[in-house]
C-alpha cells in the first residue's frame, strides 16, 4: 500500500488498504465509499458516548474558546482541579492522588515509575521487579512491554531487551469460577507472593477481564485474593483500568467486583469519551506520602507537556456528568443481556467458547484461520468487526440501541452458521 502513514499492528508490505471514514456519528462510521458501518468495538473501547455527542462536541468548543492548554507546571486549571476531584469521588475509596498523562501507556509507566520510586524512598531498593499475569497487556511502551505476556504476546522479540519481571499463571477458572478449581490457583498466587515479596515492587493486573489476552474473564474472589495477598507481603498493587473502567464490565470500574481498593488505579480510553488521548494514574494517601518530605530527591519526577490539558479535562468531566444522569449502569446491564441471548448458545465446531460480562461479547475460535475474512464479510454487512488472535469480540458505545446491537450480534452469528 502507497501510504505516508505507517499503520499499527501490522505487516506495511501486505497491508489491505484501511477503509475510510468521512464522518461519524452516534455509532455509525460514515466511509468515502458510501458505505455506513456500526463501530461495534468503540473504536478500541474508548467511544462509550458514541461520535460527535452534541453536549461532549459543544463543552471541547467551548473550552478552546477559553484556554485549550497550558502545562501544569507551576500553573494550574479549574477543568483539571476539577476532573481530579471527580475521579476522587467515583473511584474507590482512598485513591486521592491523581496524576494526569497523555495516554494510557504513558499513565501505565507512571504506575510503574511511582511504584519503584515508593520503594526506593522507603530505603528498599530491593524491591525492584513488578509481578504480572501471563496473557497480560498493558501498552506499547518499553516499561509497559516489560509487564506483558513475554511468552505469546507482540511483543517476545523484545523479551532479551526488556526489564525482567515476573509471570504468574493467569487463572482460567472463568468468572463465575469452579470452586475447586480457583481455590488452586489462588494457592499458586499466595505461592507466588510469598515466594516473591522480597524482590517484589508491585504486582499489575487488569482486573476481571485481560482484553488482549483472549479476553480471558477471572473470578471477582481471585481478584480480592490478589488484593489480600499483596497487602500481607508489602506489594503494591496496581489496576490497570484503561480498558475495563467506565462500565465496560458493568460496574463503574472492574474493582467494584470485588469492592476493593488498589493501591494505585491507571485510567485511560473511555475516560475522555475518545475525544482525546489522556490518562489518569490514581494513587492512595499511603502510596503519595512517601513522596512528601523536604528532600527534593523525594519528589516524583515525571511531568508529561499534556498531562492535565484543559480541554481533555473538560471533556471527561461532561461524559462522567452524561455518564451518572443517564444512568449508564442501566444500559449496559440491558447490553449484557442481550448480547448474552445472542451469543452464549452459538454452537460451532470451529468455537471453542463464548463469554458475555458487561458491554463485552466475546465468541473464542478454536483455529484463527476460521476468522480469515470476517472483518470483510462483517463490513459487507454494515458492521465494523476487527478480530485477532483467536477472538472475534463486541464492545459497543453505550449508547447503542436494540436495533444496531441486534445487526452486531446476528453477524457475528451468521459468521460460523453460514
Known sequence: M????????????????????????GVHLHLKDGRTLIDSISSWWCKIHGYNHPEITQVAKDQLDTLEHVMLGGLTH??????????????????????????GSVGVEVSLKMTLQYWINQDRP????????????????????????????????????????LFLDTPTSGFEANQIQL????????????????????????????????????????L??????????????????????????????????????PDIMVLGKGLTAGYFGHSATLATSKVFEAFWGNEDKLAFMHGPTFMGNATVCAVALKGIEIFERENYLDKIAHIEDSLK????????????STRV???????????????????DFAADRGVWLRPFDHVVYTAPPYIINDESLEKIALTMREWFIK
Not at 521487579?129 to 509497559?144: N, P
Not at 516473591?196 to 482486573?207: C, N, R, S
Open 341 to 352: 441471548s445472542y451469543l452464549l448458545d452459538l454452537q460451532s465446531d470451529k468455537i471453542h
Open 126 to 165: 530491593e524491591k525492584k521487579k513488578i509481578a504480572t499475569l501471563t496473557r497480560s497487556y498493558h501498552g506499547d511502551t518499553l516499561g509497559c512491554m516489560s509487564v506483558c505476556d513475554p511468552f505469546n504476546s507482540m511483543h517476545k522479540a523484545f523479551s532479551h531487551i526488556l526489564m525482567p519481571q
Open 78 to 103: 479549574q477543568p483539571a482541579q476539577k476532573l481530579a476531584d471527580k475521579l476522587v469521588e467515583i473511584t474507590p475509596e482512598g485513591l486521592n492522588h491523581v496524576f494526569f498523562a497523555d495516554s
Open 183 to 222: 481455590e488452586k490457583e489462588i494457592d499458586e498466587l499466595n505461592r507466588f507472593i510469598k515466594n516473591h515479596h522480597h524482590e517484589l515492587a508491585g504486582f499489575i493486573v487488569e482486573p476481571i477481564i485481560q482484553s488482549v489476552g483472549n479476553f480471558n474473564f477471572y473470578s471477582p474472589e481471585y
Open 2 to 25: 502507497n501510504s505516508p502513514i505507517w499503520y499499527p499492528y501490522a505487516q506495511m508490505k501486505n497491508l489491505a488498504a484501511p477503509l475510510e471514514v468521512e464522518s461519524a456519528s
Open 224 to 261: 480480592q485474593a490478589i488484593h489480600n495477598t499483596c497487602k500481607e507481603n508489602e506489594v503494591l498493587l496496581i489496576f490497570d483500568e484503561i480498558a475495563t473502567g467506565f462500565g465496560r464490565t458493568g460496574k463503574w470500574f472492574a474493582a467494584n467486583h470485588a469492592s476493593i481498593t
Open 357 to 375: 460480562l458487561g458491554a463485552v461479547g466475546v465468541i473464542q475460535v478454536k483455529d484463527s484461520h476460521s476468522l480469515e475474512g470476517l472483518q
